[in-house]
């Protein structure tokens, strides 16, 4: 009788490669909403928007919060929060300024300290999150409020310049150096600006340790069943705390982006940025619940952001009715790129 | 960017009638000083038929925001660019893009760390600064005691509006100033501080306030406590606006207040000499005037633009 | 036989409760152990310290003759220890293979080697699902048996399996057995604890009885009598209490034609053209495969989905609810099959859950009344018997089958006309179980229309007036009290129809 | 022997004292952190500190966020999230002026106008939230940048006075009567200050929702479990739209509150307020999971959060160190507060 009950086949290979195209258009509705932003900024604005100069600038001036939003992915697929990344992104980049302008330090001396800044931060965000188990939108909330504190205070609330001369009047040899890190018109190759290619490797690294590593299974396993997680073996606590750790840590890498970009590290750099990274992850399509949510979701997430501001700023369209109409487009772009749009609009479905 | 001239950005309009485009970025449009500017700015550019203001692009006190506005004009080729810029270095790189992209630019209000702009227009913080200290030695004849309701730190404008008030009221050494705080040059923050100092019970004789919100949210808290009689309020500002700070040194609220200029006619007067390829002054610091009991009306009068747009 | 496993003097405590005490376990090579207890009497919390659940405990864990120290889930697999938890533990977005390798990955993944590991292991459970499918689209009784596949995924000295049949069928349970005999046969040591007797006479060497938190005593034989006299302390009367063929009066529900489309990808069979009544003082039974529409039908019926086609009249009147709050407010109550994910709300209270379909009965002006609530509550939580220090304990810490009376409290106080339960006694206990079979039948008695699904034949038998069988959403058979066998209605469950795409 | 089996008792009377009594101490334990900075308060400053005056201005200065946060505790509790409150909270003061200066209302219509605004575009989140299914981060993160559009637009970005003097230079009636929202110094029997007394009423009203009501139930059915409710008859989708609805109306009623305080209504106002509401819910135990928080806490969460700004006030404690000992003291005040304290100090305990 048993072959009568194996019968039913799941997957007929026929049905499978359908099933997989069918999947993967599922995946492409995940950038209608980019789409649709691409198509309005063409419609209206042609040749002006489309050009690379154009998209270089607009996706230039978000690569800093972009890269915030990678490591606050990861702290979502977890289920948890980070508030502390634009403060982190702060001390980065005063760290950064700092280690300029008084040391004298080399771009690729500046980086690791910066980067070590905040992954110490992060990593007590994790400890606080994991061992004392306060909820992680409170801990990073403090963490924001101190970080930013001790930001204003080393800096005594000063701005510190990037552009440091030496005495013939020129940059300093660092101070040239530091520009690759964004100073607009810095480019390599004359044609390719760092910080969007910091933002790109950047994903791609996150990406790759997300779906091809044992820790990225961790992560969604921690994010969707912590208990379950337990109970298989995976270490929640340090899990919880490497997110945190990885998320200061990139936090720390956009400080000197984000200070170069402004060839100066302002007391106040990075104020509300941590709005921004977590819409993007969240256009992006990652669940503040946890364990859903990919990298290329956030990148699109932060294009979207970007662009959308890029467009309205292009077709002139005043501020007040840019915040207008900048909230409805998102509501817009996140219906149209749930996967599920179609059946959803057939009505039924339920949760 | 391939350097096209500044005047022959226009060609897609061709034709006889030539209309400059002029873009402005604004650091924040919700201060009420700088709604007031961009109010103003519209209304002088409005009386050169041949110029077109695009619409005010705001900031929002983000210098990142700040530089991709002026990558937007730079992109749509604008004939004369002004811009505000949140803080100076940030947006110098951004400044001298459009200089390399030949688009002439107008500083105004903050300065930038370049000299590739065309000209500066700008009031004098420290002056002002300066101003509002004498104002507190000629208030407290006898000294007395002050206390400083701050902008936020970094910003230039606090720095300098400090520095000048502490210069100045250093000619009587009796006149002390016993408490500092940051308000955010918020209104709403400035009251909560003033009452924790009115709890303290010092003797408070002059609250100086960097901007006229924050001295009126002091106000509000000394009101309250039945101390407002009894203490001076300086501001800046001077806004002919009904919540401004002239109405409130008319209603006694402030002793004084100083006019930060907006710079918005002379801007629209540079703007219209440089698109005409005349010579421009590079750069134009403007003064300030003190508002008192007796001006107030007619300055109010002066400076009020509601109606004309 | 070598001795693989010793747990001596084993004692833990919880706020308020002393959940085990003293307990002592042996566990040979190639033996299956049993675990027979009431619901609460300890058994999971044994289980769960071998398994490295809790960080600590009293008594010592032998392992292999060497004492072991285990404190985490990650100790217990390293001395060979794999546990299938009585609560399913996986996660809802990630696929089967990855659920069944968490933990266990290197560190670059390699999908290849997983993959066609987890094809195999779900070969061997006689599942036919692809590693990529995503737990979430999986039915519970394949979850049941992914968990299975979990833990043999490892290689195990020890393997326990709390409850691993709850959510099976016959078929299922077999297969089941076949792989517990495949793993003693090569040594691995089997602790199972079940609450169906009946299983325990097919596959146990020994079995072990718990009550209270202690060790009562085992046996090698199995005396159905005598074990209950264990477990319970006292001799229990009728399994299945039901006199025969009940008087039955007006039909109270009556279902024509129905019809729901299933979701391609969410795990649901869509229903075929059902059609059903159940008459007052009427217990009917829903039998069928896993899979095969059983939940879907009673869900329907309740108003969770809306029908696509069909007619549905109840106490006479047409019935076409929107949503369980239509259902309910027409005197319907549904005992879902999934306790935790769809009927508790596990972080509250015992008494919040047991009110909330009911509270509009204990309102006044608008207001809830705490001392009606709570007085009803206490009784009916006490007449069902859960073992709990109050009604303000929270349900999450209660042990399986208490939940479970929880839910049956919670649904009593409704006052429903027509009851409709999905495997009522799922984690049930002996003891409880013939209080629920009681409650069926005094229910029918006071003349409610009771429609139940259940994976266990011999209840089904016992219980129902009637018994529908259903195969992939199609009534294939209807057999009237006594009319029938389990072979008869396994066939009709296995009645496949040839189904032209 | 049936007395053996049915022995243990599901409530003996002696046992249930004991139980009621300690489980009212470890709600005690959630002043702790409260109790901390009043001890600190006191130590340090005295009577200075603990005087009516003080007390009520530092309360008072909180009074607009702290009723935010009970909108927010709302929905929180159903699991969603609104960082909303701050626009609406802006656009109901924006609203009261204006029908002040322009219309010169009486406060007694002015109240139900900013309550129905605000509650409009609350039951658009819900809507958003509960038919879309656009995660309420999301779809209040895109309300948030709407509002404040809309805001600044009617307001032509200039604030808008209350303070309304007639021809003979005297405030109107309407102007004068506007002032018991919250203008410094207006109070009931010159002692109670408004704004502290409607604070303290709306956190009663809500707390007796939350306790007493069906609805309180239900709310908390939704956050715990939303499927379990959804079978047990609650309307899922009636009462996520309720709770966006009701946060939205109390931050329109905080609206007249927030313009009275500033004696304006800034085209700003409410600005990141958001984040306080949201911080007074959670350390409050409020738990962004959902199902878990109560009103008391809220109102101690609020309290914790201004007073603490008031003693670090008080005791001249330079800015940027003040926001480095606020982070501080709330992680410290969330740790003493969690129920398990004890237990957790002593190690043990899982997840
Ligand atoms: N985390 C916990 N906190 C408090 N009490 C607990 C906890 N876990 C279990 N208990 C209590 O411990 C006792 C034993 O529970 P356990 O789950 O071991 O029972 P069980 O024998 O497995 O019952 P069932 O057959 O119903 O699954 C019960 O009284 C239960 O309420
Ligand atoms: N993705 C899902 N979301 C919610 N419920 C699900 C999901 N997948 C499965 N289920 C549950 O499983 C049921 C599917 O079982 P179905 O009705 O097809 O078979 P059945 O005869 O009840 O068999 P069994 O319950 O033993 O698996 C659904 O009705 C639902 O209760
Ligand atoms: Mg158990
Ligand atoms: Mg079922």
Redesign the pocket.
């Given at each position: 009788m048993t072959t009568v009950k194996t019968a039913p086949p799941v997957k007929a290979p026929g049905e499978s490669r359908m099933r997989r195209t069918l999947s993967a258009l599922g995946a492409g509705q995940a950038y209608i909403g980019l789409v649709l932003i691409l198509a309005v900024g063409i419609a209206t604005k042609g040749e002006m928007f489309l050009n690379e100069t154009n998209l270089t600038n607009a996706i230039g001036a978000f690569a800093s919060r972009g890269i915030l939003a990678v490591g606050v992915t990861l702290v979502i697929l977890t289920g948890g929060i980070d508030l502390s990344v634009g403060s982190l992104l702060g001390i980065g980049s005063m760290t950064a300024a700092m280690m300029l302008a008084k040391f004298s330090l080399d771009p690729w001396q500046i980086v690791p300290i910066c980067m070590a800044v905040g992954a110490l931060f992060g990593f007590l965000n994790g400890a606080g999150t994991a061992w004392l188990r306060i909820q992680s939108f409170v801990m990073t909330l403090a963490m924001l409020s101190v970080v930013r504190g001790l930001d204003r205070q080393v800096s005594d609330n000063v701005s510190v310049g990037t552009q440091i001369a030496g005495p013939d009047g020129k940059l300093t040899p660092q101070a040239e150096a530091f520009q690759v890190f964004g100073t607009p018109g810095h480019n390599l190759f004359d044609r390719i600006y760092y910080p969007v290619l910091a933002f790109i490797v950047v994903c791609i690294v996150f990406h790759l340790i997300l779906t091809k590593t044992r820790f990225g299974r961790h992560v969604y396993a921690v994010g969707g069943n912590a208990t379950a997680a337990r109970l298989s073996g995976v270490n929640v606590t340090a899990v919880t705390i490497a997110v945190f750790t990885l998320s200061g840590m990139l936090a720390g890498f956009a400080g000197p982006i984000d200070a170069a970009y402004s060839a100066s590290a302002d007391p106040q750099a990075g104020l509300s940025f941590e709005l921004d990274a977590i819409a993007a992850a969240v256009i992006g399509g990652a669940s503040l619940a946890g364990g859903k949510g990919t990298i290329a979701g956030t990148f699109v997430g932060a294009l979207i952001l970007t662009l959308l501001d890029n467009v309205l700023g292009l077709n002139a369209v005043s501020d007040n009715w840019q915040l207008v109409i900048k909230g409805l487009i998102v509501v817009v772009a996140v219906v149209l790129q749930r996967p599920d749009l179609f059946k959803f609009l057939r009505g039924g479905s339920r949760s | 960017s391939k350097t096209p001239a500044p005047s022959a950005s226009t060609d897609s309009g061709a034709g006889a009638k030539k209309k400059f485009v002029v873009g402005y970025s604004q650091s924040n449009n919700a201060e009420p000083y700088r709604a007031q500017l961009n109010l103003q700015l519209q209304h002088f550019l409005k009386q050169y038929p041949d110029i077109e203001l695009l619409p005010i692009a705001d900031a929002k006190q983000s210098s990142a925001t700040q530089v991709s506005q002026v990558q937007n004009f730079i992109t749509q080729k604008v004939d004369a660019l002004i811009v505000s810029p949140t803080e100076p270095a940030p947006l110098t790189a951004a400044v001298q893009q459009a200089c390399d992209a030949k688009i002439p630019v107008i500083v105004l209000d903050r300065t930038v760390n370049t000299d590739c702009y065309t000209a500066f227009i700008g009031g004098d913080n420290v002056l002002i600064g300066r101003k509002a200290g004498e104002e507190a030695v000629r208030l407290l004849p006898n000294g007395g005691n002050i206390v400083e309701l701050r902008g936020i730190m970094s910003n230039q404008p606090q720095i300098d509006r400090d520095k000048g008030f502490r210069e100045a009221i250093a000619a009587n050494p009796k006149i002390k100033i016993i408490a500092d705080r940051e308000g955010k040059w918020v209104k709403e923050q400035a009251t909560p501080i003033m009452q924790q100092w009115l709890s303290q019970n010092q003797q408070i004789d002059l609250v100086y306030g960097h901007n006229d919100p924050m001295a009126l949210g002091a106000y509000l808290a000394a009101q309250a406590a039945g101390k407002a009689d009894k203490i001076k309020f300086v501001g800046i500002d001077g806004l002919a606006i009904p919540d401004g700070g002239i109405r409130a040194v008319q209603l006694g609220q402030l002793s004084a207040t100083f006019i930060y200029p907006t710079g918005a006619k002379e801007a629209a007067e540079t703007v219209n000499k440089i698109l005409h390829g005349q010579q421009a002054e590079k750069k134009q610091v403007l003064g300030t005037t003190q508002v008192t009991k007796e001006n107030a009306a007619e300055l109010y009068k002066q400076y009020d633009l509601s109606g004309q747009n | 036989m070598t001795t693989v496993l010793t747990m001596r003097a084993i004692g833990k405590s919880f706020p308020g409760v002393r959940a085990l005490d003293g307990v002592s376990l042996t566990v040979a090579e190639g033996e299956v152990v049993a675990l027979l207890g009431e619901n609460g009497a300890g058994k999971s919390t044994l289980m769960n310290i071998l398994a490295g659940v809790f960080k600590d405990y009293e008594g010592e864990i032998e392992v292999g003759g060497e004492l072991v120290h285990i404190h985490s889930p990650k100790d217990a697999r390293r001395h060979g220890i794999a546990m299938i938890h009585q609560e399913l533990n996986l996660v809802p977005e990630l696929t089967i293979a990855d659920n069944i390798f968490l933990g266990q990955e290197r560190a670059l993944l390699d999908r290849k080697t997983t993959e066609s590991r987890t094809a195999e292991l779900l070969r061997g459970l006689g599942l036919d699902l692809s590693p990529r499918t995503l737990i979430?689209?999986?039915?519970?009784?394949e979850r049941q048996l992914i968990e299975v596949a979990k833990a043999l995924s490892q290689n195990v000295r020890v393997l326990v399996m709390d409850e691993p049949t709850s959510?099976l069928?016959d078929a299922e349970v077999h297969r089941l057995y076949e792989v517990i005999r495949d793993l003693t046969g090569r040594g691995v040591a089997v602790i199972y604890i079940s609450h169906r007797l009946e299983e325990l006479e097919e596959i146990a060497d020994r079995v072990v009885v718990m009550r209270d938190g202690q060790y009562i005593g085992e046996r090698n034989g199995i005396n159905r009598d005598e074990l209950i006299q264990m477990m319970v302390g006292r001799p229990l009367g009728e399994m299945f209490p039901r006199a025969d063929g009940g008087s039955t009066g007006e039909e109270l529900l009556k279902v024509e034609g129905l019809s729901v489309p299933g979701e391609s990808g969410?795990?649901?069979?869509p229903l075929h053209d059902i059609s059903l009544s159940v008459r007052a003082g009427e217990i009917v039974g829903v039998a069928?495969l896993?899979?095969?529409?059983?939940?879907?039908l009673l869900?329907s019926i309740f108003g969770v989905s809306k029908p696509a086609q069909g007619e549905m009249t109840l106490g006479g009147r047409p019935y076409r609810p929107k949503s369980p709050k239509a259902a309910i407010r027409r005197g319907v109550a549904l005992v879902a099959?999934?306790r935790k994910a769809q009927s508790l709300v596990l972080g509250n209270t015992i008494g919040f859950n047991a009110s909330l379909p009911s509270l509009k009965r204990f309102l006044r002006l608008g207001v809830v009344d705490a001392k009606r609530e709570n007085a009803a509550v206490e009784r009916q939580v006490r007449e069902l018997r859960v073992k709990a220090p109050g009604t303000r304990f929270t349900v999450g810490n209660l042990s399986g089958g208490n939940q479970q009376k929880v839910v049956l409290a919670k649904w009593l106080l409704t006052e429903p006309s027509l009851i409709l339960m999905d495997e009522p006694t799922r984690g049930i206990d002996v003891g409880a179980k013939a209080e629920i079979h009681a409650l069926m039948s005094s229910l029918a008695a006071e003349g409610k229309g009771v429609l139940v699904?259940s994976?266990e034949l011999p209840e089904l038998l016992a219980m129902c007036d009637r018994i529908l069988v259903?195969c992939e959403g199609r009534v294939t058979a209807e057999f009237r009290r006594g009319q029938t066998t389990q072979e008869a209605i396994l066939e009709a469950a296995m009645a496949r129809q040839k189904v032209t795409v």
């Open positions: - | - | 979430k689209q999986c039915k519970i009784a959510a069928a969410s795990g649901r069979t069928g896993m899979g095969a529409g059983r939940s879907e869900e099959e999934d699904a994976s259903l």
